[in-house]
């Protein structure tokens, strides 16, 4: 095939924009059309099939008042700190321990503790809500043989939230868990000789070389976590369907309440936009924290 | 450069799985087979029918019958749960249409808020023949500005259900013009619990603390005449009576005549099934649950009776839940879709026959003179049970749910979370509730 060098060398300067043209072909038409929709939606009052009501920025004003919104945000810092710590903390252990090469049997342990994450989130929801129910179900069961008073888990605030942050902790531990072991291969052996030969424990050694150098992992499985919490839906839904007074509910089962059972899509997408910038602003909170801590 | 018949399978192998991919969207496009009828013919072609699991074992003990009478009309039956069908139908008519049914079965507490949407077909003139025939309590919510958009199915005539193996365990009378007599007032029954919890150790009514969804207090409302707006829309859950009755489920919490168990979890139905709890404020449809899946092990134990009544009122039943089936007005074959639903609902025969398959409860009046009513129901230990609902089908008040409804029911269930759990009065988190409903609504 004969072709001039003109021809050739403009295919050749085209064929990459090609390549990559049918990804954004389908992202412009069903993520940055939806997401572009979505702001107009946000200055309206719409039901979601009648005619738009333009309204400018009411449903933001409203938002910055509205005692659920704010509950939610809140709902999610507190959910935040009740399992993130702890659970990124356990999935740094687990993979350090599962890292050390005499370790037998080292991929039966990892499944099993990865397993939870492929499990249905809605099956694991209704057995964790049987075994959390406080007249009948077995945790209060277990407790109450021990002598401790049967706990109102889905009836108390605090019960609530431990519940949530137990399921959720349960089923993302081993996924970070994952996370952090692919970080641990990248750090050498030779640095952790070094230390053992200057006299530095398995302890000291863990929080002097592993930590710091595993900080990329952890603040990406930070960030991951933050969103994930925000963004949890089918966990509040199916246990406590954000209550007590919504005191579990997430901006996002709240974006689902409004858009989906109230009709709202105005207010909803209102909510999703400056849900957005929240996210957006607590990410760029843990990169300054993460860098600053490297001083 | 590959060579160019290489090229050229290249290029068509790329071609025919792009055209495989475009072709997996809009597939849903006419899959109708035949046209819809013209005037005068019978009606024909394909009708796609919405319903959750318990209305398709309901309308397929008609399905023969419905196939004699229309052989050109294929009934498509999707079973959708009752959640998740609201959302399919709001996506449907949002979507223009795309993939949305025929016929929609709605349940009552909705219809108000899916005609508000415009997307439901104005079938005034085809219900018109039925008004009379019909408890006039179910025409307010599916009617919109004087047009009718939903044929009415069953209703929901609540009852007092009791067992009599725990009344005569407590040393009370069990047959039910007895229990009645015992059970005049409220008053008597908040007395009764008590002496039922001395003898037996079992509560009156299973009523949740930590999730309820409202509905003890809908239908002792429903019974005294209102539910949570008044005639013109306004929301009234601060009222006298709204406080009262919270407050009356708060008494029976408080003294511990109350089951603090989930509605539609498996721990309230072993409350049923083992005799834990001695009676249920309940509509006929889930006598036919407690017969069928719920406790059919306790058959020949229960009785039922009207419910106690409040000082000064006579008002002894009230309505729960219910359906009614629509047409969207995007469906392309509505004649054979209403051809479905009034042989469905609008015939004695239909109602009678899904009454007996799954305790529907017709709102078609003419059904209660059929002898199916007066036979001794065993499950109610011989009981006429059905004669008992019969006449309070009745007398049911004329109470509307209203567009609003799932806005006040979710304020509703924060202020008796907030009253129950967090001890705040009843008044004060009433009255937070209403300002938040006022506020959302218009």
């Not at chain 1, 209704?126 to 002598?147: E, H, P, Q």
Request: aromatic share 14%.
């Amino acid at each position: 095939m004969q072709l001039s060098n003109k021809a050739w060398r403009f295919k050749r300067n085209i064929a990459p924009y090609i390549f990559i043209a049918p990804f954004f072909i389908l992202f412009s038409i069903f993520m940055l059309y939806p997401i572009l929709f979505s702001f107009r939606i946000s200055l309206t009052k719409w039901d979601g099939m009648g005619t738009m009501q333009w309204v400018g920025f009411n449903n933001y004003v409203k938002l910055l008042s509205d005692p659920i919104f704010i509950q939610s945000i809140k709902n999610g810092i507190i959910m935040f700190l009740m399992y993130v710590p702890i659970m990124i903390l356990l999935a740094l252990i687990f993979a350090v321990i599962l890292n050390n090469p005499n370790l037998l049997f080292k991929k039966v342990f990892r499944s099993i503790i990865f397993i939870p994450n492929v499990t249905s989130v809605v099956a694991v929801a209704l057995v964790f809500s049987l075994a959390f129910d406080t007249k009948y179900g077995f945790i209060n069961g277990i407790l109450s043989s021990i002598g401790i008073k049967p706990i109102a888990w889905v009836g108390s605030v605090f019960g609530s939230r431990f519940m949530i942050s137990t399921l959720v902790l349960w089923r993302w531990v081993g996924y970070n868990m994952i996370l952090m072991l692919s970080g641990l291969q990248s750090i050498s052996e030779g640095l952790y000789e070094a230390a053992a030969i200057d006299g530095a424990g398995p302890i000291r050694r863990f929080f002097s070389i592993t930590v710091p150098l595993m900080r990329p992992v952890i603040l990406f499985c930070s960030i991951l976590s933050t969103l994930g919490t925000f963004g949890l839906f089918t966990e509040p839904l199916l246990l406590t369907n954000g209550g007590p007074f919504y005191m579990t509910t997430s901006t996002v089962l709240y974006i689902y309440n409004e858009s989906f059972v109230h009709l709202r899509m105005g207010y909803a997408s209102s909510i999703a936009y400056v849900y957005f910038i929240l996210m957006l602003i607590f990410t760029l909170i843990q990169f300054k924290i993460s860098s600053l801590s490297e001083k | 450069m590959l060579k160019k018949s290489k090229r050229t399978i290249a290029l068509l192998t790329t071609l025919m799985i792009t055209l495989t991919g475009f072709s997996g969207c809009g597939s849903k496009a006419s899959t109708d087979s035949s046209k819809p009828s013209t005037v005068g013919e019978k009606p024909k072609g394909k009708v796609t029918v919405w319903g959750w699991d318990a209305i398709k074992k309901s309308t397929d003990a008609n399905m023969d019958a419905f196939k004699k009478a229309y052989p050109d009309i294929q009934v498509d039956f999707q079973t959708v749960p009752t959640s998740d069908l609201y959302k399919k139908l709001l996506l449907g008519i949002s979507s223009g249409g795309e993939g949305l049914a025929d016929v929609v079965t709605l349940e009552s507490s909705h219809l108000g808020q899916m005609i508000s949407t415009g997307g439901l077909a104005d079938i005034t003139d085809k219900t018109k023949p039925y008004i009379d025939k019909i408890v006039k309590s179910k025409w307010g919510d599916a009617q919109k500005d004087g047009k009718t958009y939903a044929m009415p199915w069953d209703i929901g005539p609540v009852g007092l259900y009791y067992r009599r193996d725990v009344f005569e365990k407590a040393g009370l009378p069990s047959e039910p013009d007895k229990v009645s007599a015992l059970l005049k007032t409220w008053d008597d029954y908040f007395n009764t619990a008590k002496i039922i919890k001395d003898k037996t150790g079992a509560t009156m009514m299973a009523v949740s603390q930590d999730k309820n969804d409202g509905t003890d207090y809908e239908k002792l409302m429903w019974q005294q005449g209102q539910l949570y707006f008044d005639k013109n829309g306004n929301p009234t859950l601060d009222n006298a009576e709204s406080v009262k009755t919270t407050e009356f489920l708060g008494k029976l919490i408080k003294a511990g005549y109350t089951d603090n168990t989930v509605d539609w979890t498996q721990p309230r139905y072993d409350g049923y099934k083992n005799g834990r709890v001695a009676t249920v404020v309940g509509a006929s449809w889930y006598g036919g649950f407690l017969k069928s899946w719920i406790a059919p092990d306790t058959s020949g134990k229960w009785g039922v009776v009207p419910l106690p009544v409040w000082p000064g009122s006579k008002s002894v039943t009230a309505n729960s839940g219910g359906s009614s089936m629509a047409i969207p007005s995007a469906s392309k074959n509505k004649d054979a879709a209403w051809a479905y639903i009034e042989f469905m609902l609008g015939r004695v025969d239909s109602q009678i026959t899904m009454y007996k398959a799954t305790d529907t409860f017709p709102s078609l009046i003419e059904c209660y003179s059929d002898p199916y009513f007066t036979e001794a129901d065993p499950y109610c230990g011989g009981q006429q049970s059905r004669k008992v609902f019969a006449d309070l089908a009745k007398q049911i008040p004329d109470v509307k749910y209203t567009k609003n409804y799932p806005q006040a029911e979710e304020d509703y269930m924060n202020a008796f979370s907030k009253y129950v759990l967090k001890g705040t009065s009843a008044s004060e988190a009433l009255k937070e509730a209403n300002n938040s409903v006022k506020s959302k609504i218009n």
